[in-house]
């Protein structure tokens, strides 16, 4: 005949059943969010690298590598989370719950460093954009500046970092004699249409580029910031909680490793 379990071991058995199943899902929801941090950061490389460019701080760009690493790192420890929890290892539970420290700085650093880059992105962009514009346009060796000016111009319907009169000064317009503003500048671009600059031609009251890339990165940066920031404090909450909690509880149990 077995004998009788204790109540307390029944019950002990019974919580880390409980917190076994919550910490997978919690798993399964972390790894998702991973795929989301990681897709966060690689679309803002790729999509908006071109903005990038114009940019001479690196913080930004730093930001986003941030956010790809501790996606990677958030999949991978997912992967391992669901392995310490399915096979109740302790020795796996610690690894997890070390790489969920990990991934708390990473995406603590990027937010921070997201904020930080947007205390310091308007004074920037008010002393280089024009700049620029102005000195690498169309200029030998700087061809990703001259590809991010012209999209910037025609996404954002703008034409010159403050207005269009920005590009009198410009090294590649005063070269050109006959162009007054870069074909980018046109409501309907074509081969030469930057050399009539009448309102119904050019985005000539529409204003300039500088508050418009201006709000642009700054919400990109907050998107950054919200996304790095709120899934860190979410492990710190849930995850580091259910981890330490399964795995003292597989402490008292017979058949924890």
Same mark, same amino acid.
Request: some cysteine; hydrophobic content about 40%; proline content about 3%.
């Given at each position: 005949?077995?004998?009788?379990?204790?109540?307390?071991?029944?019950?002990?058995?019974?919580?880390?059943?409980?917190?076994?199943?919550?910490?997978?899902?919690?798993?399964?929801?972390?790894?998702?969010?991973?795929?989301?941090?990681?897709?966060?950061?690689?679309?803002?490389?790729?999509?908006?690298?071109?903005?990038?460019?114009?940019?001479?701080?690196?913080?930004?760009?730093?930001?986003?590598?941030?956010?790809?690493?501790?996606?990677?790192?958030?999949?991978?420890?997912?992967?391992?989370?669901?392995?310490?929890?399915?096979?109740?290892?302790?020795?796996?539970?610690?690894? *997890?719950? &070390?790489?969920?420290? =990990? %991934?708390?700085? @990473? /995406?603590?650093?990027?937010?921070?460093?997201? !904020? $930080?880059?947007?205390?310091?992105?308007?004074?920037?962009?008010?002393?280089?954009?024009?700049?620029?514009?102005?000195?690498?346009?169309?200029?030998?060796?700087?061809?990703?500046?001259?590809?991010?000016?012209?999209?910037?111009?025609?996404?954002?319907?703008?034409?010159?970092?403050?207005?269009?009169?920005?590009?009198?000064?410009?090294?590649?317009?005063?070269?050109?004699?006959?162009?007054?503003?870069?074909?980018?500048?046109?409501?309907?671009?074509?081969?030469?249409?930057?050399?009539?600059?009448?309102?119904?031609?050019? *985005?000539? &009251?529409?204003?300039? =580029? %500088?508050?418009? @890339? /201006?709000?642009?990165?700054?919400?990109?940066? !907050? $998107?950054?910031?919200?996304?790095?920031?709120?899934?860190?404090?979410?492990?710190?909450?849930?995850?580091?909680?259910?981890?330490?909690?399964?795995?003292?509880?597989?402490?008292?149990?017979?058949?924890?490793?």
């Amino acid at each position: 005949m077995n004998p009788k379990k204790a109540p307390g071991e029944k019950k002990k058995t019974c919580g880390t059943i409980c917190l076994k199943y919550l910490l997978f899902l919690f798993n399964f929801l972390f790894w998702l969010a991973g795929g989301t941090v990681l897709a966060v950061g690689v679309w803002t490389l790729v999509e908006k690298s071109d903005y990038i460019s114009l940019l001479n701080s690196n913080l930004y760009s730093a930001s986003a590598y941030t956010l790809i690493a501790a996606g990677v790192v958030v999949i991978v420890s997912g992967m391992i989370g669901c392995c310490a929890t399915l096979k109740e290892m302790r020795s796996l539970l610690i690894v *997890y719950l &070390v790489l969920l420290l =990990c %991934i708390f700085l @990473l /995406e603590v650093i990027a937010g921070v460093m997201a !904020y $930080i880059n947007y205390q310091d992105l308007d004074k920037e962009l008010k002393e280089n954009l024009k700049g620029t514009m102005q000195q690498k346009y169309r200029q030998p060796g700087e061809e990703s500046i001259t590809q991010a000016v012209d999209k910037l111009q025609q996404e954002f319907k703008c034409c010159g970092s403050s207005n269009f009169s920005d590009w009198r000064e410009s090294a590649w317009i005063q070269a050109e004699k006959e162009q007054l503003v870069p074909d980018s500048c046109c409501k309907t671009p074509t081969e030469f249409c930057g050399r009539r600059d009448h309102p119904s031609n050019i *985005y000539k &009251v529409e204003g300039g =580029c %500088i508050m418009k @890339l /201006e709000d642009f990165i700054l919400n990109q940066l !907050y $998107i950054l910031g919200v996304v790095g920031i709120g899934i860190a404090f979410l492990q710190v909450l849930v995850g580091i909680m259910f981890t330490c909690c399964l795995y003292r509880s597989l402490k008292e149990d017979p058949y924890g490793y």
